[in-house]
């Protein structure tokens, strides 16, 4: 299910260290969760919850509830 556009990766400066994707314009579909936003409104995923990357950032669910 399409939860919106990956807009940014956050990462930890010092070291390296990927933290979040910012998302923006979320759909419906993530409207359904709690997801934190960051200083400019774009919704926050861990980046812990990233199964893999292509064409799509594919998540698991069960990691970002």
């Known amino acids: 299910k399409k939860i ?5 990766l956050i990462y930890e400066v ?3 260290e990927l933290v979040y994707l910012s998302v ?3 759909t419906s579909y993530a409207n359904t969760f709690q997801f934190e936003k ?3 409104g ?3 995923i861990p ?3 990233v199964i893999s990357i292509g ?3 594919v998540v ?3 990691d970002i509830i």
């Open 4 to 8: 919106g556009t990956v807009q940014d």
């Open 14 to 16: 010092r070291t390296g």
């Open 24 to 26: 923006k314009n979320p």
């Open 38 to 40: 960051d200083e400019n």
């Open 42 to 44: 774009f919704e926050e």
């Open 47 to 49: 980046y812990s919850a």
């Open 55 to 57: 064409d799509f950032v």
């Open 60 to 62: 698991a669910e069960e």
